[in-house]
C-alpha cells in the first residue's frame, strides 16, 4: 500500500469518531460539550463507538470492507455537518505570536518534531521490535478479517484480553495494512499530549506559566517508551488517554465555589464511561477505575453534599461496568473468567488454564524490575531512566536500555516539588493517584508499559511545579535540566527512527528488511504460504504469525493445555494429537530452543524427527538441524521408510 493509504484512513477513522462522539457527549454530560476539553471527549467517545461497532460485527459474523465502511458512514455525515458549521477544532494553549511566549512556542516545536520522528516509524514494516503486535495486536485482526468473525482462538489467551484498540486496528487494516494500524497508536500518543497541554493550565486556579501545558505535552511524549510506542501497534498509549481524560473529567467536574470539592454527577458518568473505555484496552486499568471510585467515594463521605455526592458515585460506577463490560462478560461465556488468564485460584474452570501456567505467568510478570526492597523504592525513578530494560524486558543487562526508558527528567524534578509554590488540591489528588498507582506497580508487575496511564497526569504536575519554583537559583536550574532532559529523550530515539530509512527510501526492500529483523522466520513465513490453503502449522518456540497466511496454532505447553505432553509416550502418539487438531505442518525455531532440551515436548519432537514422523521440508538460511535456524516439518500419517 501506498504510504498516502495510512494517513487518509486515520483523517478517516477519527472523522467518524468525531461524527459520533459529537452527539455521545452531549448526551453524557453537557456542560463538558463546552468544555476546553472537548474535542478530546469527543474523539474518545467516538473511537469507543467505532470499537465497539467493530467488536459487534465480529460476534454476528458480519466483518467485511463494507460493513466496517457502513459504521464509519454515520459518523463521517456528523463530522461534514459539524465542519460545515464551523464545530470542529481541537482546543490547545493558543500560541500568540509575540516575544514574552518564545518558550510555549519553542516546546510545540519540539512537539511537533517529536511526534515526526515516531512517526517514521508507523511506516516501517511490522519487525523484531514490534513482538506483541506480531503475536496478538495485529495478528489476531488479521485472523478476524480473513474469516469474516471473531472466532474462539484456543491457542492464544491473549485473545481473550479486552481488545477496544484491536478493534480499531481492525477496522484500519483492509485500507492501509499495518501502517494505518500502527497509525491509530500513534494518534493515541499524540492526542494524550494535546490534551495535556489543554488541561495542565486549568488544573491550578491563578497565573501559571504559559508554557506549563505544552511542558507537560513534552514531558510525557518525549518519553523514550512513548516515542517507541506511537510507532507500534501496541495499546498502552490508547490506556493512557482514555484514563487521563477520566481523571481530568472527574477533576473538571467539580462543583464552582464549592470548597467541599463535589463531583458534579454528570461528570462523574463521563469519567466513568472514559474510564470504562480503558477497562476495555487493558486489565491494568481496573486499578486506576477503583482510584477514580475511591476518590469520588471520600469526596461523597467528606463532602456533606448528600445525594449529590452519592449520585456521583453511582454514576461513575455504572458508565465505566457498562462500557467496560462487553470484554469482561464475553471472557465469562467463552472461558470462564472474567478476567482470563488471571486469577486461576477465583476461578478454577478458566479454558485450558491450569495452576501451572498460572505460577509460570506470575513468575514471568514479576521478572521485571531491579528488585522489591526499600532501597530499590527510592531509587525506582532513577532506575526507570537509566536501566530502563530491566523494566521492558525482564533482562537486566544495561544493553538498550533506551528503548524501554521512562527519561531521566522524573529522577531529578520530582524531588523539587516540595518547593513549589501554590500546590493545589486537585494537584495532591492526583499525586495521591499517582502514588497508589506507583505502589501497585512496584508490588506487582514492574513493566514500564503499565506506567503510561499514571505518568501522563503525573506530567501535567511536573510542569506546574517546575513553573511555580521560586525565581532564583533552584528555578533556573530546574529549567535547564528540563530543557537537556528533552533533547536527551529525542536523542536516545533518533538512532531508532534513523533505522527505518533504509528501507522507507527504498535502498533496502522490506524482504531484505524483514529478513534481517526476523531471522529466519519471516523465510519461514514465506515458504509456509506456499503450502496448500487448508494446511495447519504447530507452531514451537515462537508465536509470531502475523506473517503466516496459513492457519496456525501455539503447541508450546503452558500456553495451554491442549496437548497433554506428559501422557504422550513418543513422537507417534504426539503427531496423532497434532493431527486431531488438524495440524499439517510443524515449525521450530531452534534459535529459541537453547535451555529446553530436557523438556517432555522437545524430546517428543525429536522422537517424531528420528522415526519420520516428521520430515523436514524447509529450512532457513544458516540454519543447522537440531541448533539454529527455523525448520518446517511435514507430518506424515505413519512412519517413514
Not at 368 to 390: E, M, T
Not at 601 to 615: A, D, N, P
Request: aromatic fraction near 12%; proline fraction near 5%; include cysteine.
Amino acid at each position: 500500500m501506498s504510504f498516502l493509504a495510512a494517513p487518509l484512513a486515520l483523517l478517516g477513522l477519527l472523522a467518524a469518531a468525531w461524527g459520533w462522539g459529537r452527539p455521545a457527549l452531549r448526551a453524557v454530560s453537557r456542560s463538558a460539550a463546552d468544555s476546553p476539553l472537548a474535542s478530546f471527549y469527543t474523539l474518545a467517545l467516538g473511537l469507543g463507538i467505532l470499537s465497539y461497532s467493530v467488536l459487534a460485527l465480529g460476534l454476528l459474523g458480519l466483518l467485511g470492507n463494507f460493513s466496517l465502511i457502513g459504521v464509519a458512514a454515520p459518523g463521517w455525515v456528523l463530522f461534514a455537518v459539524a465542519f460545515i458549521r464551523g464545530g470542529v477544532r481541537v482546543q490547545t494553549p493558543r500560541l500568540r505570536w509575540v516575544r514574552s511566549e518564545w518558550a510555549s512556542h519553542s516546546l510545540a516545536l519540539y512537539f511537533g518534531v517529536a511526534a515526526a520522528l515516531a512517526l517514521v516509524s508507523v511506516f516501517r514494516p511490522v519487525d523484531g521490535l514490534d513482538w506483541d503486535s506480531l503475536s496478538y495486536h495485529l495478528a489476531a485482526p488479521k485472523i478476524f478479517l480473513k474469516e469474516g468473525r471473531i472466532p474462539f482462538i484456543a491457542y492464544d489467551s491473549h485473545t481473550h484480553f479486552p481488545f477496544t484498540l484491536e478493534m480499531l486496528f481492525t477496522w484500519m487494516l483492509p485500507f492501509s495494512g499495518a501502517a494505518g494500524a500502527k497509525s491509530v497508536h500513534w494518534a493515541f500518543g499524540v492526542l494524550t499530549g494535546l490534551a495535556l497541554a489543554a488541561w495542565t493550565p486549568r488544573l491550578r486556579a491563578g497565573a501559571v506559566p504559559g508554557w506549563s501545558g505544552w511542558m507537560a505535552a513534552c514531558m510525557f511524549v518525549s518519553m523514550p517508551l512513548v516515542l517507541w510506542e506511537m510507532g507500534t501497534a501496541y495499546i498502552d498509549l490508547g490506556t493512557a488517554f482514555f484514563q487521563l481524560l477520566a481523571l481530568a473529567a472527574l477533576l473538571e467536574g467539580r462543583q464552582p465555589g464549592d470548597r467541599s470539592n463535589t463531583f458534579d454527577p454528570r461528570s462523574a458518568l463521563l469519567a466513568g464511561v472514559l474510564s470504562g473505555l480503558a477497562l476495555g484496552t487493558k486489565y491494568t486499568a481496573l486499578l486506576q477505575f477503583g482510584l477514580l471510585g475511591l476518590l469520588t467515594v471520600w469526596s461523597a463521605v467528606t463532602s456533606g453534599a448528600g445525594s449529590v455526592g452519592w449520585a456521583a458515585v453511582a454514576l461513575l460506577g455504572l458508565g465505566g461496568v457498562l462500557v467496560g463490560s462487553p470484554w469482561y462478560v464475553k471472557n465469562w461465556l467463552w472461558v470462564h473468567n472474567p478476567v482470563h488468564p488471571f486469577f486461576f485460584s477465583l476461578f478454577p474452570n478458566s479454558f485450558s488454564w491450569t495452576r501451572h501456567a498460572e505460577q509460570a505467568y506470575q513468575t514471568e510478570q514479576r521478572s521485571f524490575g531491579l528488585g522489591r526492597g526499600p532501597a530499590d523504592l527510592l531509587q525506582v525513578f532513577w532506575n526507570l531512566g537509566l536501566h530502563g530494560r530491566a523494566f521492558y524486558i525482564n533482562q537486566r543487562t544495561l544493553a538498550g536500555d533506551k528503548l524501554g526508558s521512562l527519561g531521566v527528567h522524573w529522577a531529578g524534578l520530582l524531588p523539587l516539588l516540595p518547593w513549589s509554590r501554590g500546590l493545589g488540591r486537585a494537584e495532591l489528588w492526583i499525586l495521591l493517584y499517582v502514588g497508589a498507582s506507583m505502589a501497585a506497580w512496584f508490588a506487582m508487575s514492574q513493566q514500564t508499559r503499565y506506567l503510561t496511564p499514571v505518568f501522563a497526569p503525573l506530567a501535567a504536575c511536573l510542569a506546574l511545579g517546575v513553573g511555580a519554583l521560586p525565581a532564583g537559583l533552584i528555578r533556573r536550574a530546574a529549567l535547564a535540566f528540563s530543557g537537556a532532559a528533552l533533547v536527551v529523550n529525542l536523542q536516545m530515539h533518533l538512532p531508532l527512527a534513523m533505522s527505518a530509512a533504509p528501507v522507507l527510501l527504498g535502498q533496502v526492500s522490506e524482504a531484505e528488511y524483514l529478513n534481517q529483523s526476523l531471522p529466519g522466520l519471516y523465510e519461514a513465513a514465506q515458504y509456509v504460504n506456499t503450502l496448500p490453503e487448508e494446511s495447519r502449522i504447530a507452531l514451537y518456540q515462537e508465536t509470531r504469525g502475523y506473517y503466516f497466511d496459513r492457519r496456525y496454532f501455539w503447541a508450546n505447553p503452558l500456553q495451554h493445555d491442549l496437548i497433554p505432553y506428559d501422557q504422550l509416550a513418543d513422537g507417534a502418539a504426539l503427531a496423532g494429537v497434532l493431527r486431531r487438531f488438524g495440524i499439517t505442518h510443524v515449525l521450530i525455531n531452534y534459535d529459541f530452543c537453547r535451555g529446553v532440551e530436557a523438556s517432555d515436548w522437545y524430546r517428543l519432537l525429536m522422537s517424531g524427527i528420528e522415526t519420520g514422523r516428521l520430515v523436514e521440508s524447509f529450512r532457513s538460511s544458516g540454519g543447522e538441524p537440531g541448533r539454529r535456524g527455523v525448520s518446517v516439518y511435514r507430518l506424515e500419517a505413519s512412519e517413514a521408510p
